[in-house]
């Protein structure tokens, strides 16, 4: 291995090669549904089954052009299922690619984050606490390292890893040495390490037992449940339609055939069997069109909350803020320091602080705290002053819920001397100087100065060890305090417009933080955020009954002095007050909280994979502004599927009663099987794709958060649909009525099939919003509508004046005012859609 290899790791160009020699870094999945197993899947419809029972017994009849229709409309469902799998195939597959568990490597001597799936053999990765380990891989070098192995093993506790230094171990002992291995799929708990990568997807231990990577799988969300009762009861009723119109020309007309003809066809029109493409397509799309907003939607189920979220409970460093940090002040006891970017000198009292805060510090940070201060350092020490020559690292205390604050040890000579240097919070570094309550009340005192002022404070302190052996914790040493530091973290300019818009959707912006009340004060003044009821602590947090709690957290929008543990009791508090919540967080110790919201967000680029693993949602930029789209997109997606489904409900009714009344009273077949198919092909495209399409309504901003509770088909909805549906079959069965009374058959069932696509056409178009009428709506673009318009009005005409086409359909001669009954039915059923409308005037659709 060359000697600089554990700084450069692979070039691009090597590791481009690895790729395409060796292939993604996945495991055993799923393949996607093939040719074959589409074909299986659709003939597993009911659909297919009746048309295909249709196109026999119009054989069996004779009629072959009619069955030959039945048959090739079979072909056409196939065609579109096709497309519609090509292209929620391809969604799927850009979804997983993003969430795919990402990796810190060095490439070309830059850290660099990839997709895991991009990892390859000889990479050098980069572990910390919460990674999920992307590959098998040799160990170099390890802090404090341990490893979840419970996946592979079973065994749920923690296992130790140490770095790979005799190299001159055998191969063969090397591999049974599993102390020096990490391996894919386990789960880095504590610590750092970095390792090189020995083996990658199928060729890891977890891809050898067969544990295939199933990503995004399918769940069953509250309006699957939903459509799947709404699809139950529908087929109940067409099977139960369908016996009784086959009895009655069986016992009353003897009839088998155009009995079993026309109960297949009230069946047709019964049956909703667009409604699990509607939902496939809204989820998928939605799902992607989130993701466009950078924002991964793990589960589908987050994207249903979304639009009902009621609280965004927000981190504020790198989400509010853009985590670009840089020191901004240091305080040595009443002396205070201002920097500027161009300070190149400094007094020297503060520069042993700025030496020793970059002691306690990596090498190599990631961290963009330590990246400000290792900057600092290079602008205003003398060269080599961040590690003097001869000094050598010894020993790290990293940081632990209990003592917020790092050590690092630096041997200094050959007998064992060592200096000791350490960073953390104020209160941390107070405690480990050991400061009475006078010296440790002037301290505070002077954090509380650079807080007001919306710094981020961090102490600094030193100590010397003289005995070789240096002890197991940080409070063993005698550690004197050398300063203060303030550090500033720029809010993102997009932030404050985004909490703007919370407030006026009703949403309330709850904003967490590490830092004190002061600076968090501060901020929230910057962004425009409403502290006015005050500021709760941690420690206040702690201290709270669940009741005091549950009253505290009703009114107060700002938690300072938060630790990641604490967030789980305050999503549970606001739950407890009926709130809908959504969670940021990036830690390990965030997950429980996460996973608790009805909305978990982690973040994309600082968050670990176990964090990712316990939310709904990952935010790809760790942006509040994003987190807000989503919302707004959430809002669309439910508010567009409503209507998607207003439309089915309302447009089947007067199918159904094309289909089933003429045969109640005793008059011939109103409709066909092939009219229905020809209806289909307007509706399945409208509902799954014009509706989905549709752009997002004005002021979807300025309404309050629906109900969770709320349901797709809820009664307002229900009631609506049903009054217009119901209006539209009597418009078009006593158009059908009056025509068959004074007209020859085929030019009533021409009426007929006029008036019931021109209601389709009416509800399609007025369906567009619930809330304003079409003569505003009109002009909003959506060119799927519109396609959809031209092309059922092309193809109509077409049937109608091609006559081979017009007898396959059953139609009569077509004349001129034969369209005037589609125009009166047109108008009518738009004047019905639109004063349905004045019904419920709420904002919320």
Request: glycine letters at 6%; one cysteine or more.
């Amino acid at each position: 291995m060359p000697k600089d290899f554990l700084r450069q790791g692979l070039s691009a160009a090597q590791a481009a090669k690895r790729l395409a020699l060796d292939g993604p870094n996945e495991m055993p999945s799923a393949d996607n549904r093939n040719f074959l197993r589409i074909l299986v899947d659709i003939f597993k419809q009911p659909m297919i089954f009746l048309l295909l029972a249709a196109g026999t017994v119009y054989f069996i009849l004779g009629s072959r052009a009619e069955a030959i229709l039945m048959i090739g409309s079979i072909f056409f469902v196939f065609i579109i299922e096709i497309v519609q799998e090509n292209k929620t195939e391809k969604t799927l597959q850009a979804l997983k690619n993003l969430s795919s568990p990402r990796a810190l490597v060095i490439r070309g001597g830059q850290q660099m984050r990839i997709a895991g799936r991009d990892v390859v053999i000889g990479d050098l990765v980069i572990l910390a606490e919460g990674d999920r380990i992307p590959a098998d891989a040799l160990v170099l070098e390890e802090t404090n390292f341990n490893v979840n192995e419970a996946m592979l093993t079973g065994e749920s506790l923690p296992v130790s890893k140490h770095a790979w230094l005799d190299k001159d171990m055998p191969a063969a002992d090397l591999e049974n040495r599993h102390e020096y291995f990490v391996f894919g799929g386990t789960l880095a708990v504590k610590g750092q390490a970095m390792a090189r990568v020995l083996q990658i997807g199928a060729q890891t231990e977890m891809g050898k037992i067969g544990v295939s990577l199933k990503i995004l799988q399918p769940e069953q969300t509250f309006i699957q449940r939903e459509t799947k009762q709404l699809v139950k009861i529908f087929a109940v009723v067409a099977v139960s339609a369908c016996l009784i119109v086959f009895s009655y020309y069986l016992l009353a007309k003897a009839d088998l055939l155009h009995g079993i003809l026309s109960g297949l066809t009230l069946a047709i029109s019964i049956l909703p069997e667009e409604l699990p493409v509607v939902l496939t397509v809204f989820l998928s799309l939605g799902a992607w069109r989130i993701s466009q907003r950078k924002v991964l939607a793990r589960r589908v189920s987050a994207i249903e909350m979304l639009g009902a979220a009621t609280v965004l409970c927000t981190d504020k460093t790198g989400t509010l803020t853009q985590n670009k940090i840089s020191v901004e002040e240091l305080s040595i006891g009443a002396q205070r320091f201002a920097i500027n970017q161009d300070s190149q000198t400094m007094p020297a009292s503060f520069q042993e602080l700025v030496q020793y805060t970059v002691l306690a510090s990596p090498p190599d940070p990631f961290d963009p705290m330590e990246k400000a201060m290792r900057a600092l350092a290079k602008r205003v020490l003398p060269a080599g002053a961040d590690q003097p020559v001869g000094w050598s690292f010894a020993k790290e205390y990293p940081l632990v819920e209990k003592l917020l604050a790092v050590s690092c040890a630096w041997r200094t000579t050959d007998d064992g001397q060592a200096v000791v240097a350490a960073k953390g919070a104020p209160e941390a570094i107070i405690d480990l100087c050991h400061l009475s309550a006078l010296e440790s009340e002037q301290v505070l005192k002077q954090v509380q100065l650079l807080a007001a002022a919306g710094r981020r404070v961090m102490a600094v302190a030193r100590a010397n060890w003289d005995a070789k052996q240096l002890p197991t914790s940080q409070h063993d040493y005698d550690f004197k305090l050398l300063g203060l530091l303030g550090l500033a973290d720029p809010i993102r300019p997009e932030a404050k417009a985004a909490i703007a818009q919370c407030y006026g959707a009703g949403i309330r912006v709850v904003m967490i933080t590490g830092d004190y009340p002061a600076t968090a004060a501060h901020i929230a003044t910057e962004l425009g955020l409403d502290f006015a009821t005050g500021i709760l602590t941690g420690e206040e947090v702690e201290s709270l009954a669940p009741a005091q709690l549950k009253k505290k957290v009703a009114v107060i929008n700002i938690f300072a002095r938060m630790a990641p543990a604490q967030k789980l009791k305050l999503v549970k508090a606001l739950k407890a007050n009926g709130e809908v919540v959504a969670m940021t967080g990036d830690g390990v110790n965030d997950a429980p909280a996460l996973k608790a919201a009805h909305i978990g967000v982690a973040m994309g680029q600082r968050g670990t994979d176990v964090a990712r693993e316990a939310a709904g949602l990952v935010l790809l930029d760790d942006n509040f502004a994003s987190i807000v789209a989503a919302v707004r997109m959430g809002r669309r997606i439910f508010i567009n599927l409503k209507k998607a489904m207003s439309y089915l409900l309302a447009v089947h009714l007067p199918i159904i009663g094309l289909s089933l009344i003429p045969l109640l009273a005793g008059m011939p077949i109103a409709l066909l099987p092939a009219h229905i198919v020809f209806l289909e092909l307007i509706i399945d495209p409208a509902c799954s794709i014009a509706f989905e399409m549709e752009p997002e309504e004005k002021g979807i901003m300025k309404r309050r958060p629906r109900l969770a509770s709320e349901r797709i088909l809820d009664r307002r909805t229900i009631i609506k649909a049903m009054i217009r549906g119901l209006a539209a079959a009597a418009i078009c069965v006593s158009a059908y009525i009056w025509a068959a009374t004074h007209w020859p058959l085929e030019e009533a069932r021409l009426v007929g099939f006029i008036c019931v696509v021109a209601v389709n056409l009416a509800f399609i178009l007025s369906g567009r919003s619930e809330t304003q009428n079409i003569f505003k709506t009109i002009m909003v673009p959506n060119r799927a509508v519109w396609l959809l318009l031209v092309g059922t009005l092309i193809l109509q005409v077409v049937i109608f004046s091609f006559a081979p086409a017009a007898r396959l359909f059953g139609f009569g001669e077509m004349h001129s005012w034969h369209y005037g009954w589609g125009i009166a039915a047109f108008v009518l059923a738009l004047a019905i859609g639109e004063g349905t409308k004045l019904m419920y005037r709420k904002p919320n659709a």
